[in-house]
C-alpha cells in the first residue's frame, strides 16, 4: 500500500492557499471596480456615448462570458445591446468597399474549363457550355463564354439544344469534376476577431 508523502501534501496546501488568496484579491479588485462605476454613473447626468473603439472591444470581451453572469455584472447597456454590438462587429469585418465599376475579369481557372469543355465536345455550343458550367456550380454568361471562345480562337459550334442528362454528362468527365464548398466560424484568437475554414473537397471519380 503506498505512504503518504508529507512533502506532496504540505505543498497541495501550499498551491489551494495560494489560489484562495489570488481569489480573494481579484474579487477586491473587481468589487472596488464595480463601487467606482456606479458612484460615476451616478454622478453623470446621463451615460456618455461610447466610441467605436470602446463598443468594440466591451463586446468582445462581453460575448466571452455567459448570459446568466452577464446579466449580474452588465452596468452601461444592457445584454441585448453587447450582443447587438457582437452582431455588428462580425457583420462589419465582412462588409468590403467595391474596388470600381464593372465585372471583375474571368478567373483564369474558368476560363480553362470553357476552353476544355469546347475543344473535348465539339458538338456543345454557347448555351450548352454555359449550362454545363452552371451545373458545376460555376455560373457564366453566354456572353462571357463567346468571349473566351473568340479570345482563344475557338468557333462556337451551332447553338443546338441538348437532351443529355446530369447523371450522362457526370459519368463522362467524373475524373475531372470535384465538388468543393467551406464553412466558417468565427471566434476570437490573442483578442482579434478572426475567422476559422472548414475547407472539403470530393472526387466524383474516386
Same mark, same amino acid.
Given at each position: 500500500m503506498p505512504t503518504a508523502n508529507p512533502a506532496s501534501d504540505d505543498l497541495a #496546501? +501550499?498551491? *489551494?492557499?495560494?489560489?484562495?488568496?489570488?481569489?480573494? $484579491?481579484?474579487?477586491? /479588485? /473587481?468589487?472596488? +471596480?464595480?463601487?467606482? *462605476? =456606479?458612484?460615476?454613473?451616478a454622478a453623470l447626468p446621463r451615460i456618455p456615448r461610447l466610441g467605436r473603439e470602446a463598443c468594440r472591444r466591451i463586446a468582445e470581451l462581453a460575448h466571452r462570458i455567459e448570459r446568466a453572469r452577464l446579466d449580474a455584472c452588465a452596468r452601461i447597456v444592457t445584454v441585448d445591446t453587447l450582443r447587438r454590438w457582437y452582431r455588428v462587429l462580425v457583420a462589419r469585418?465582412?462588409?468590403? =468597399?467595391?474596388?470600381?465599376?464593372?465585372? @471583375? @475579369?474571368?478567373? @483564369?481557372?474558368?476560363?480553362?474549363?470553357?476552353?476544355?469543355?469546347?475543344?473535348?465536345?465539339?458538338?456543345?455550343?454557347? !448555351?450548352? #457550355?454555359?449550362? !454545363? +458550367?452552371? +451545373? *458545376?456550380?460555376? @455560373?457564366?454568361?453566354?456572353?462571357? /463564354?463567346?468571349? /473566351?471562345?473568340? =479570345?482563344?480562337?475557338? $468557333?462556337?459550334?451551332?447553338m443546338r439544344t441538348h437532351d443529355d442528362s446530369w447523371e450522362r454528362f457526370l459519368a463522362a468527365h467524373a475524373h475531372q469534376i470535384a465538388a468543393i464548398d467551406f464553412t466558417t466560424v468565427e471566434c476570437f484568437d490573442r483578442g482579434d476577431l478572426t475567422t476559422q475554414y472548414c475547407l472539403f473537397a470530393i472526387h466524383h471519380d474516386t
Open positions: #496546501i +501550499l498551491i *489551494l492557499g495560494c489560489a484562495a488568496w489570488m481569489n480573494r $484579491d481579484l474579487e477586491r /479588485v /473587481v468589487a472596488f +471596480l464595480d463601487a467606482q *462605476l =456606479r458612484a460615476l454613473m469585418k465582412w462588409t468590403h =468597399r467595391h474596388h470600381g465599376p464593372g465585372r @471583375p @475579369p474571368i478567373a @483564369p481557372e474558368i476560363e480553362q474549363q470553357i476552353v476544355t469543355m469546347a475543344r473535348e465536345n465539339p458538338g456543345w455550343g454557347v !448555351r450548352g #457550355i454555359s449550362q !454545363r +458550367l452552371k +451545373l *458545376l456550380g460555376l @455560373p457564366v454568361s453566354r456572353a462571357t /463564354v463567346r468571349r /473566351v471562345l473568340r =479570345r482563344n480562337g475557338i $468557333d462556337p459550334a451551332p
